[in-house]
């Protein structure tokens, strides 16, 4: 049985959530998560939709400066990371996602959907370009 690897988008009002297939193949954007301002309200949404989906791995977004150096927003994203290793008692491993929101938005522009839209389906789309690159990058 293959179990899925769930990907993260971190940001600050919102968490992108993407899934692979069980063979780890490809990424699909699931939903965008409203941070509720505790980090333990975030944990239990996102432990939930690990349960219901039977993940076995995270990969969550880390976002770097251009000239590859970590600031604040990594290092929030490692302990970040941290935190959801300890509550889920999953392996995480973080991806460079430095373009990705980038890509989206592109990719959103690209396929003409409204600029209302686009906001409400970013993050779940930048969550999938993060897992499919990382993905790609086993394969």
């Given at each position: 049985m293959n179990l899925r690897i769930m990907g993260l988008d971190l940001g600050d009002k919102t968490i992108g959530v993407a899934l692979s297939d069980p063979l780890g193949y490809t990424a699909q954007g699931l939903e965008v998560v409203r941070r509720q301002g505790s980090l333990k309200a975030d944990l239990?949404?996102?432990?939930?939709?690990?349960?219901?989906?039977?993940v076995s791995k995270v990969v969550i977004g880390f976002p770097r400066n251009m000239n590859g150096t970590v600031g604040p927003r990594g290092e929030m994203a490692l302990a970040f990371g941290q935190e959801v290793e300890k509550t889920?008692?999953?392996?995480?491993e973080t991806w460079d996602?430095?373009?990705?929101?980038?890509?989206?938005?592109?990719?959103?522009?690209?396929?003409?959907?409204?600029r209302k839209k686009r906001r409400q389906v970013i993050d779940k789309i930048a969550a999938?370009?993060?897992?499919?690159?990382?993905?790609?990058?086993?394969?």
């Open positions: 239990a949404k996102l432990k939930e939709i690990a349960r219901a989906n039977e889920l008692g999953l392996p995480v996602e430095r373009l990705s929101t980038v890509a989206a938005e592109k990719m959103l522009v690209g396929a003409d959907v409204r999938a370009l993060i897992l499919q690159n990382y993905l790609d990058s086993k394969a």
